[in-house]
Every structure is written in structure tokens, then in C-alpha cells.
């Protein structure tokens, strides 16, 4: 079961630490745990597993279609590879080898994505996956996943060792807000219920889950009750507890550090729209490239912030 921090801060431990010890710890009690890298051992974080396993570390160069092709090889040998690179590279650029060497051949691979939508920051519009989720969202039995801090993405490391399949971890490098209390546990597939609410519900994922419940304080203080939902599964999605709140609740919100299309908002849509129809109004990047800025900046310049959640809760409790 999962515990909510009572104040929400970033955290001291950036993200690429925890996915480097949680490895590191996992490797010492399975050999078969590798990793690899598209020459960003140091970006990612993962040099001290290469200095403790250099048998098991490979930094594939600036090449990730080949990266692909041997972590699927390296699974096929019987190894569970993770295999990183910035967001657009780990997917748009390789989406044939993940399609065939990865899932249509039943391998076994962890593809890790970094610096999701406006955190990419400086890097700018080249480096900034606001599509990444959507590229790969249409490959059959592939697991979507976007963790929140570091107490979520330690779960999720350790969940994903022991599941068999192709998934895509959306993961933020650095300094998250933490949400979550240390020893949480959660359910692949199923959200993570933050708040209850009766009015409208919350669909958020990554850096939004902060925004969304800044936002549900905000419109609670005007008389309207958010529930908050941590989708940090995109695929599969929960759509169980879409249609229960479908029914409690009658609309929606969804809030992406991602393009709307093909996003999570899409994916919510998609699910409403054969279970229950309710309205949903959509948070997120409206089908734009990024650009340079700080993190700050680009959230306002993207509408990535709990003002434009509470303006789409508004827009969506108006359509009910």
C-alpha cells in the first residue's frame, strides 16, 4: 500500500540516483541483471554500476537503434537488459527495433526514456519527447510507465524485475517532488488514488502529479471536490476505476508533461469513450514542438501548471 508524504517538496535524491542504486542493489542478487547506455553513462547516473559491474555494463555509443538490438539480443541469451537514452532517442528514433526485436520476437527488454517533455530544459525541441509515450503506445503488449519520485520509481525497478514483457519507463533525471512515503508499494495497471473527490477526477502522471493536487487545494477552497488519480501506468490503463469515477464524478481532467495527442489524455478518451462517455477536458501540450527555457518557463509556456488544471476542471464541470 502507498502512503502520502504531508507536504509535497523535491526531493534530495534526484531520480537517476535511485535508478542507478536500486540496480545496483538488484545486481547483487541477480546476475542477470545489465544495463546499457547510448553515451550518456554520465547524464544517466549509472557510472557506479558500470564500475561495479563492467561485465554486465555496455555503453553502446550514440547508436540506440544497435542499443536495441542488443539488450533484445541479450534477453534472448537470457539477461534482463535496461537500456537507456534520452526520451526521443529511446523511442522515436528506434520504434522498428523495439516493434520487431523487442516485441514482436517475445523479448524481455527495459527501455528507460529521460528528461520527459519540458525537464529536457536547455536541451530544447530536439531533445524535448513530448511524443514519446504516444510513439510507442500503439505497440501490442508494450507497458507504458511514468514514475512520480524516487519512492515510486524503487517500487518500479524492483515490480519490473520480476514481470517478463517490453516496457518504457519515462523516467525524470533529476529532483522530483516527493509524493510518496518511503516503503509504498502499488499495482502496475492500477492508479494511485491521492484524493477523493465527487465533482470532477484528475488524471495526472509525472511532473503534473504535483500540479494536480496544487490544483485540487485550489478548487477545493472554491467549493468544488477533485479526486486526484496517479496514472503512472499509461499502458495498461486502469479501466476500472475510469469507469468508477466516471460514474461518481461525471468528467475529467487529465494532466501530461506530454503532446495531448496520443498522450495520457488520448488514452483516457480512448477508454471513456467504450465504458462510459463522460466529458474530458485535456492538460498538456497542444501538438507543439519544444523549445529552450528553463523548466519553469516552459511549464507556463506549455500551460503545464495547476492554474490551467483548475481552468479545466471548470471547463469540464461545465459540460457535465
Known amino acids: 500500500m502507498y502512503q502520502m508524504k504531508k507536504t509535497f517538496e523535491k526531493e534530495k535524491t534526484e531520480m537517476r540516483a535511485a535508478y542507478c542504486d536500486t540496480l545496483r542493489e538488484l545486481a547483487r542478487e541477480n546476475d542477470r541483471i545489465c544495463i546499457l547506455d547510448a553515451d550518456l553513462v554520465g547524464s544517466s547516473g549509472v557510472k557506479a554500476f558500470f564500475e561495479e559491474f563492467p561485465d554486465r555494463a555496455i555503453d553502446c555509443g550514440i547508436q540506440e537503434n544497435n542499443m536495441i538490438g542488443v539488450a533484445a539480443g541479450l534477453s534472448a541469451a537470457g539477461m534482463i537488459p535496461f537500456a537507456h537514452s534520452f526520451g526521443p532517442f529511446a523511442s522515436r528514433r528506434c520504434v522498428d527495433q523495439i516493434f520487431i526485436s523487442c516485441a514482436y520476437a517475445k523479448n524481455n527488454v527495459r527501455i528507460v526514456g529521460s528528461d520527459p517533455g519540458v525537464t529536457a530544459a536547455y536541451n530544447g525541441g530536439t531533445h524535448m519527447p513530448f511524443e514519446d509515450m504516444g510513439t510507442l503506445m500503439s505497440i501490442p503488449k508494450i507497458m507504458l510507465v511514468e514514475p512520480t519520485d524516487t519512492v515510486q520509481l524503487k517500487w518500479l525497478i524492483r515490480a519490473l524485475e520480476k514481470e517478463y514483457g517490453v516496457f518504457y519507463i519515462r523516467l525524470l533525471r533529476k ?33 503534473m502529479v504535483g500540479e494536480a493536487l496544487k490544483a485540487a487545494e485550489a478548487l477545493a477552497a472554491e467549493g468544488i471536490e477533485a479526486a486526484v488519480l496517479n496514472a503512472f501506468t499509461w499502458k495498461p490503463m486502469d479501466e476500472q476505476a475510469l469507469a468508477e469515477y466516471a460514474e461518481t464524478c ?17 488514452a483516457v478518451a480512448n477508454s471513456l469513450s467504450r465504458i462510459r462517455p463522460v466529458p474530458v477536458e485535456m492538460v498538456g501540450v497542444e501538438d507543439s514542438f519544444g523549445e529552450v527555457g528553463t523548466e519553469d518557463f516552459l511549464r507556463k509556456r506549455f500551460d503545464l501548471t495547476a492554474e490551467h488544471i483548475v481552468r479545466a476542471a471548470k471547463a469540464a464541470l461545465a459540460r457535465k
Request: charged fraction near 20%; aromatic fraction near 8%; charge should be negative.
Open 250 to 266: 461525471g468528467c475529467f481532467v487529465t494532466a501530461e508533461n506530454h503532446n495531448i495527442i496520443g498522450g495520457l489524455g488520448s
Open 175 to 207: 529532483n522530483a517532488v516527493g509524493v510518496f512515503e518511503e516503503g509504498s508499494t502499488f499495482e502496475l495497471g492500477k492508479f494511485a488514488r491521492l484524493r477523493e473527490g465527487r465533482d470532477t477526477a484528475i488524471v495526472c502522471s509525472g511532473i
